[in-house]
């Protein structure tokens, strides 16, 4: 009886997720709240828009992380971002993470690495390059998105047995206002990722400044990086970016930079004409990439 019991209960099992099957591969436009996979109790969901023709080749992919300090934000803030992204056909998705304080380092980055393998996983479905995977964040999201880049051949980072056979790297990073910077120098020591990411009780404080410093993962095999920086920025010093930006030129790094004199954080806010000619740029700076050989 109770070997039935657990085979109905798998057939049940296998049945559901064969439908969440059939629902991703049946839709174009945008989708919203798509499963990913389960984390400790909390569902990972993805927002993902498809071009209306399914089309010949894989098509490349923008992924959007949103801001909002790490406690805060949510994916359907780009949901006209992405839709827009489809009409022109590419493939669009926009990603949850698991808010700070509740859940510490690296439980935000897992969760971006983890939308990531879902694509890759399902690139057949969505017809999608899963070499050509951009991420674009602002603030927050820039942050995170720069550390999925420099993560992609990174051990230490759980898969939490979601799609643990695919890998997490993308193809370049796009990142305006990040707060990118080596949390192990004093000065940074006290800023509100750091406060917001680890434990005040952090016997390893030190490692775990680390561990939060997108440059201790920094390498030539890293993909290329697009970054823009209000020298005004009154939240995120414009410093972490201009010492980033060494950091790549040390290695011979591919990057482009973009300082937006008197700029502050919303570039949108204070320099709205620079932050269009930001916005161009970055996308040229997607196109380059997306579709260079």
């Known amino acids: 009886m109770r070997f039935t019991l657990l085979l109905v209960i798998l057939i049940i099992f296998v049945a559901s997720s064969a439908t969440a099957e059939v629902s991703i591969k049946a839709f174009t436009g945008l989708k919203t709240d798509i499963a990913i996979g389960d984390v400790n109790g909390t569902t990972l969901r ?5 071009p209306k023709n399914h089309g010949k080749k894989p098509r490349p992919v923008m992924v959007y992380i ?62 999608l390059d899963p070499e050509r995977i951009i991420v674009n964040g602002a603030s927050a999201g820039a ?11 990174a051990s230490g980072f759980s898969d939490h047995g ?3 056979g ?44 680390a561990a939060l410093s997108p440059i201790t993962y920094l ?17 995120v010093p414009v410093e972490m970016s201009r010492e980033f930006v060494v950091a790549l030129q040390a290695i011979g790094h591919e990057f ?6 008197g700029g502050k954080h919303s570039l949108n806010a ?21 579709f260079s050989e």
């Open 66 to 127: 949103h801001g909002g300090g790490l406690t805060k934000g949510d994916k359907s803030r780009f949901n006209n971002s992405i839709a827009k992204m489809a009409k022109r056909g590419i493939v669009a998705a926009s990603v949850m993470y698991r808010l700070a304080p509740k859940h510490r380092f690296p439980a935000a980055i897992e969760d971006v690495k983890a939308a990531i393998r879902f694509l890759k996983a399902h690139a057949n479905e969505f017809n």
């Open 270 to 290: 204070s320099r709205p004409k620079k932050a269009s000619e930001v916005f161009s740029a970055s996308m040229s700076f997607f196109k380059k990439h997306a």
């Open 219 to 235: 390498d030539k095999n890293d993909p290329p990086f697009f970054l823009a920086h209000g020298s005004a920025d009154e939240r």
């Open 256 to 261: 482009e930079y973009i300082e937006v004199a």
């Open 162 to 164: 979601i799609y643990p």
């Open 46 to 50: 993805i927002n993902v828009a498809l």
């Open 166 to 209: 695919v890998d997490s790297s993308v193809r370049a990073v796009i990142a305006q206002s990040p707060a990118i910077a080596d949390y192990t120098r004093v000065k940074y020591q006290n800023f509100a990722i750091v406060k917001r990411f680890i434990r005040t009780n952090n016997q390893d404080r030190q490692q775990a400044l």
């Open 143 to 153: 942050y995170l998105a720069t550390m999925v880049g420099v993560t992609g051949n």
